[in-house]
């Protein structure tokens, strides 16, 4: 994990994130403390870029990512986007600055929405 903080600064005994969600270049706000639940699971995520280059699923580039804020609703999300689909995956961006992937969403499965640890910053 390339966070600064460990774990234990970030996950609460409950399993929740301690801080606010942040993006890492715009600084703005995608989760409230308390908003989503630590877990691990091993996920490939695209190279951090634009919005539109994101949705032609073109470019293999990327990362295994294993550390993720669980959300299981998406309006619990203070500022999120969502790609197009690619295959029924669904990446998620931040909203103000459009940069992205910080996380993945399945069609599968309209309760699971993953955000890498990371892809965000924490305050």
């Known amino acids: 994990m390339e966070t600064a903080e460990p774990l234990s600064d970030l996950v609460s005994a409950e399993g929740r ?13 995608v989760l409230q403390p308390g908003a989503a639940l630590f877990s691990r699971r091993q996920l490939f995520l695209p190279s951090m870029r634009k919005k539109p280059a994101l949705a032609d699923g073109s470019n293999p580039d990327g990362d295994l990512l294993q550390e993720h804020w669980l959300v299981d609703d998406m309006f619990i999300f203070e500022n999120v986007g969502f790609t197009k689909d690619v295959g029924n ?35």
């Open 17 to 29: 994130n301690r801080k606010a969600v942040l993006c890492q270049r715009c600084g703005s706000r």
């Open 89 to 123: 995956i669904k990446f998620l961006v931040c909203a103000d600055c459009e940069i992205g992937p910080i996380g993945w969403h399945c069609l599968d499965d309209k309760n699971s929405f993953y955000v890498a640890l990371e892809r965000v910053s924490h305050e």
